[in-house]
């Protein structure tokens, strides 16, 4: 099983975020080893809630949509590989919530579609 990786942050507008990250080995996509990174953004009127945004930005990094997710260069030292997730991590929490939907190529909407097919999935949604 692949190391996941999990950072947890607030923008400076106020807004709570998660971002996952995950080793991705060279190969047909990469040409070098990289993190791939998965990001979950609460709306304003959500309560903080580490499980959900995890499963999110987990999901995300898996997803064919290609929304909410970025990639960091893999450190030289694979040692500190948590610190460099940390440290690299930590500059949203000096980004607004819309500087951070445009690094991971995220808009509102797709948060809504994506809460909205879990209602529905699970047989909430009307």
Known sequence: MEQTLYYHGKTTDGRRFTIAGQVTKAGKIFRHKVI????????????????????????????TQKKGIA??????????????????????????????????????EDDRNLVHMALEYAGFAD
């Open 36 to 63: 791939s990174l998965g990001v979950s953004l609460c709306s304003r009127n959500d309560q903080f809630r580490k499980v959900v945004g995890r499963a999110k930005a987990v999901g995300r990094i898996y997803s």
């Open 71 to 108: 990639t960091l260069s893999y450190p030289k030292d694979d040692a500190h590989l948590t610190k460099y997730f940390i440290e690299s991590m930590s500059v949203y929490n000096t980004k607004t919530s819309v500087e951070l939907q445009k690094d991971f190529n995220l808009s509102q």
